[in-house]
């Protein structure tokens, strides 16, 4: 449920900042995804565990609870991976992954540093590289490379996809014993609160 509240608190909270800079004479570029988007859809590299690792980093540093990460909390993530960045170097480690210029990073933002990463995208020694050395979640390799005939790569997108499908059953199958478990717990409890009705 607090997740739901998150979300929905991030929804919110970037329609009324979208409302705020309509209002004050601003041009909005529009924040669209898909019906039915989603991070694990769109980052088909990382298993759903990576991308929980990921959101859970996330969340360490989004302090605010509002669904990104600003120029302060992003200082301050630095400073905690033991890589402090200039406010220069800040600007422009957001700049490179900001699509929606929005000056902060969003989940799937967040995410864009990683794929970058895997796909030998960023410079050596930017700001983002090491955050994305630091944070020291595992990542896949990113993509297909380029030996692979098309052929391939359709086949490799096909178990990709199989291994999402497994994942999300495996995830499933676990939430319906632990509702099981549960029930069982909740009879358990009423056959006892009844010998003493």
Same mark, same amino acid.
């Given at each position: $449920?607090?997740?739901?509240?998150n ?9 009324q900042? /979208?409302?705020d800079? +309509?209002d ?6 529009? =924040?669209f995804?898909?019906?039915? =988007? ?5 980052? =088909? !590299?990382?298993t759903?565990?990576q /991308?929980?690792?990921? %959101?859970?980093e996330f969340?360490?540093?989004d ?5 990104? +990460?600003d120029?302060?909390? +992003?200082?301050i993530m $630095?400073?905690?991976l033991?890589a402090?960045?200039? =406010? ?7 700049? !490179? ?5 929005d000056?902060?990073i ?19 020694n ?9 944070? *020291? /979640?595992?990542? %896949?390799e ?12 359709? /086949?490799e *997108? ?11 059953? %495996?995830?499933q199958e676990e939430?319906r ?6 029930a ?14």
């Open positions: $449920m607090s997740e739901e509240k979300e929905l608190s991030s929804v919110l909270s970037r329609r900042a /979208i409302n800079a +309509l004050g004479g601003q041009e909005v570029k529009p =924040h995804r898909p019906s039915g =988007h989603s991070v694990f859809a769109e980052f =088909h !590299e990382f759903r565990k /991308i929980k690792l990921y %959101e859970s969340n360490k540093y302090v605010g609870h509002d669904g990104f +990460l120029l302060a909390e +992003l200082k $630095m400073e905690r033991g402090p960045q200039t =406010h220069l170097g800040l600007k422009g480690m957001i700049a !490179e992954v900001d699509e929606d210029k000056n902060k969003s989940f799937r933002e967040f995410l864009l540093i990683f794929r970058k990463a895997g796909a030998g995208e960023l410079e050596d930017s700001g983002l590289s090491q955050l994305a050395r630091l944070t *020291e /979640i595992s990542v %896949e990113v993509g297909v490379t380029g030996a692979k005939t098309f052929f391939e790569a359709k /086949i *997108e096909q178990r990709k996809a199989g291994k999402f499908e497994q994942e999300l059953r %495996e995830e939430r014993r632990e509702e099981e478990n549960r069982q717990r909740r009879q358990a409890f009423k056959q006892t609160a009844a010998v003493f009705q």
